[in-house]
């Protein structure tokens, strides 16, 4: 490799990766590099490791129209772009890489991954499934009288939000409504005291009235800004403000939950970390909820933990939960639809048939989650919920 080759662009936009991308139909080969970070490693020495990586699994592009010199001139030619992101996370622990001749994507992990390269008809999802929850973005609305910031946030980390249009405090919200005017300031004597204090002439107003149409301004630049999305919406505020803004909300997806405490006391790691928790909490209830459905239903025609049938089923986009296990492999290939081949070990050709599973029910709008709790069926390795009841289950098993 020269160095003329890894100062070119990417030859297709590099994006981060989210799961619409990765369980979108790529052209193969579909080549996923998963890399734990180290704590002191520059990013060339990141990139020699993935191009070591790249060349130990060379024998696996074998049948696909890529050389492992392509794969490595794509990979550096893209590096660039990759490392900006990654330097964006600071905290991530591991970086995975998804590289076709049709896409080229990353993604930073908060956690550390064991590292492989995995070279397919699709993309290697199963490592990100517990890290990257499918409805993973979130919003926090920071809130003070003084200050208004919206962030948007991922299991990758968080960024600021641009809200048009709204008062930034108080004071504003009351100048720009030509409430200034009305309410005339200055100092008075305390006859108790003598210390000298604000007194206001004009209208009375009482301060919950003020706040209440401060925040109502806000609420509505805010539900301009999130105009269509359906992610969950944190507050971030002292206790008082909390129901105030509540009271004026018609954004449909504001969170039970709050960050509570003074914002400005917030770093932004902190007000991420405390977001992430409420938002993981979140997503363990769905989980829960989701496998209740399971075992309500289990061992009727709206269920099944036989691979075979889980599959098709997936083809056809019928999957509505699927759970599947964290370690167990299952190796096999589809020859047309609803035709599965089983295989006791890897063949050539094979694919990981358990993230097969997972990319196509991701694929048709399903949910994917990996059963950790020792839930699944005796012997299974994948438990799946239709969306509606289907027909006898085809014989073998999974």
């Not at 330097?87 to 991530?92: D, E, G, L, S, V």
């Not at 076709?100 to 064991?114: F, G, H």
Request: with cysteine.
């Amino acid at each position: 490799m020269t160095a003329n080759a890894s100062a070119r662009e990417a030859p297709v936009a590099v994006k981060e990766a989210d799961y619409t991308l990765l369980t979108a139909g790529h052209t193969a080969p579909c080549i996923s590099l998963y890399l734990t970070s180290k704590p002191v490693e520059t990013a060339q020495q990141r990139l020699v490791r993935l191009r070591s990586m790249l060349r130990a699994a060379e024998s696996h592009l074998g049948g696909f129209s890529m050389t492992v010199d392509e794969a490595e001139s794509w990979l550096a030619s893209a590096w660039r772009a990759i490392e900006a992101g990654q330097a964006a996370r600071p905290a991530a622990e591991g970086l995975a890489i998804f590289l076709s001749k049709d896409s080229v994507s990353y993604r930073p992990l908060r956690e550390p991954v064991a590292e492989t390269v995995v070279i397919g008809n699709e993309f290697f999802v199963r490592p990100l499934l517990p890290l990257v929850p499918r409805d993973e973005r979130f919003f926090i609305l920071e809130l003070s009288q003084k200050h208004v910031q919206l962030y948007e946030g991922s299991a990758s980390g968080i960024k600021e939000r641009a809200l048009e249009g709204i008062p930034e405090n108080v004071r504003e919200d009351f100048k720009g409504h030509g409430f200034e005017r009305e309410y005339q300031l200055h100092t008075a004597s305390s006859r108790a005291s003598g210390q000298k204090g604000a007194v206001f002439h004009g209208p009375s107003l009482d301060e919950k009235d003020r706040i209440a149409h401060f925040l109502r301004d806000v609420e509505r630049g805010v539900s301009a800004a999130l105009q269509g999305q359906q992610a969950p919406l944190l507050l971030a505020a002292v206790d008082y403000l909390i129901p105030i803004y509540r009271s004026v909300n018609t954004y449909a997806h504001l969170s039970d939950d709050a960050i509570i405490g003074s914002p400005h006391l917030f770093g932004l790691n902190e007000l991420y970390t405390a977001g992430w928790k409420i938002v993981e909490k979140g997503i363990s209830q769905q989980e829960q909820g989701a496998f209740a459905v399971y075992q309500e239903h289990a061992n009727t025609r709206l269920t099944s933990s036989n691979l075979r049938q889980i599959l098709a089923e997936a083809q056809r986009g019928l999957i509505r939960f699927l759970f599947v296990s964290p370690s167990a492999e299952r190796w096999g290939s589809i020859s047309s639809p609803g035709a599965v081949h089983l295989h006791s070990t890897q063949e050539p050709g094979d694919s990981d048939l358990l993230n097969l599973a997972a990319t196509l029910t991701l694929r048709h709008g399903g949910q994917v989650f990996v059963e950790t709790s020792n839930r699944l069926p005796e012997g299974a390795a994948a438990a799946a919920v239709f969306r509606f009841a289907l027909g006898s289950p085809p014989e073998g098993a999974g």
